[in-house]
């Protein structure tokens, strides 16, 4: 574990903290006034590698081949030149900090952090985070890689949990949630969606499906798991040409059979590796999926009532009705697929390259 010092006078920011790797949704703008929950677990941090927020230059001030060293391969509206290497954490396990009140940036129902730094170690007032908890942000506090150091605490370092501990105890992210809202005509204070999380899984997962579609048609399983990709797929890629196959596969799950040319695989949560696969389908494209997002697919959790007598168990549904669902067609989030295709270098091909342009040039389309 570790604990993060200011590096002006030395004084504790943060509580012993674990390191995990950074969530995918870490930089999900999400609906409009929708208040979403803190990003990192409690006890833990995340190092973010790429820079984040101001000074912003747009494409055409930036030299192609700057943009391939950093890992950028096509065309953005803007790249941030802030400083990259931040560790983010959850706001509750911040310690000897204030915030900054003139630093409150462009905020509608929070903090949004588009003022750079806002909160100051309490000791020496150096500026070592930036807090972000506006409407349609996740909350989060990011210590700036210049102002605070990372030290070890006492104790035996933590080792990650197998993947046979994980599938056994990792909590499942439903694909439903209700989301708080700041309040509506009719006074609700929430309503039903699809889940933020599984919309910027998706988006990940979609770059990497289009990349592993080699410019053929993909078909994915049925279910839920089509339900959330094969829409876009279709929408994307041609039809008319000999399809590739995607299956989910994981631990404990079957072994894929040679046909296979795509894997739906887990991330570790607390690594970032992406579970690797054996034998016939070593060589299949591993499309990451967050483990949470990955358990349900693999085992989905049905909304049904369990007829009980007395005391209901804990684990036991109510026969309440069950929750609404949305209204509408899955839709990945854009920002975080496009935030991750064009880190992915094949988007350099002609042909991926074009869809790339279509989605950020063209109309607006409800595939996103």
Not at 77 to 98: E, K, M, Q
Not at 179 to 202: C, F, K, M, V
Not at 204 to 210: E, N, P, S, T, V
Not at 222 to 238: E, S
């Amino acid at each position: 574990m570790f604990v993060f010092l200011c590096a002006g006078c030395g004084a504790e920011l943060t509580t012993p903290l674990s390191q995990v790797s950074l969530p995918v949704h870490a930089r999900q703008t999400y609906g409009n006034g929708a208040q979403l929950p803190v990003l990192m677990r409690s006890g833990t941090f995340a190092v973010d590698p790429d820079p984040w927020g101001g000074p912003w230059r747009k494409w055409d001030e930036i030299d192609p081949g700057e943009a391939e060293a950093r890992g950028i391969y096509a065309r953005v509206y803007a790249l941030s030149d802030g400083t990259p290497g931040a560790s983010v954490i959850a706001p509750g396990d911040a310690r000897g900090t204030r915030l900054i009140p003139e630093k409150r940036g462009g905020s509608c129902c929070g903090l949004d952090g588009a003022d750079g730094l806002n909160m100051a170690c309490e000791t020496c007032d150096l500026p070592v985070a930036t807090r972000v908890d506006d409407c349609s942000l996740w909350q989060q506090v990011r210590l700036s890689s210049d102002a605070v150091q990372r030290v070890p605490v006492d104790g035996i370092p933590a080792t990650p949990l197998s993947w046979a501990e994980l599938v056994d105890t990792w909590e499942k992210v439903p694909p439903f949630e209700p989301i708080a809202t700041w309040g509506g005509r009719l006074g609700s204070d929430h309503y039903w969606s699809w889940s933020p999380q599984w919309e910027a899984a998706a988006g990940q997962a979609l770059a990497h499906l289009l990349v592993a579609s080699q410019g053929q048609p993909v078909r994915v399983p049925g279910g839920l798991t089509a339900d959330v990709f094969q829409r876009a797929l279709d929408a994307l890629l041609p039809a008319g040409l000999a399809e590739r196959r995607a299956v989910l596969a994981g631990p404990g799950q079957p072994s894929p059979d040679a046909g296979v040319d795509i894997l739906l695989v887990p991330v570790h949560p607390q690594t970032g590796q992406s579970w690797t696969p054996a034998g016939p389908t070593a060589s299949a494209y591993p499309v990451p999926l967050p483990l949470g997002v990955w358990l349900w697919l693999v085992s989905p959790q049905p909304y049904l009532p369990v007829p009980a007598s007395g005391r209901i168990p804990r684990d036991v549904h109510r026969d309440d009705p069950l929750p609404p669902l949305p209204t509408y067609s899955f839709r990945a989030d854009r920002g975080t697929f496009q935030h991750t295709l064009v880190r992915l270098p094949a988007v350099r091909s002609p042909w991926l390259r074009t869809i790339h342009e279509n989605l950020t040039q063209g109309p607006s389309t409800d595939l996103f």
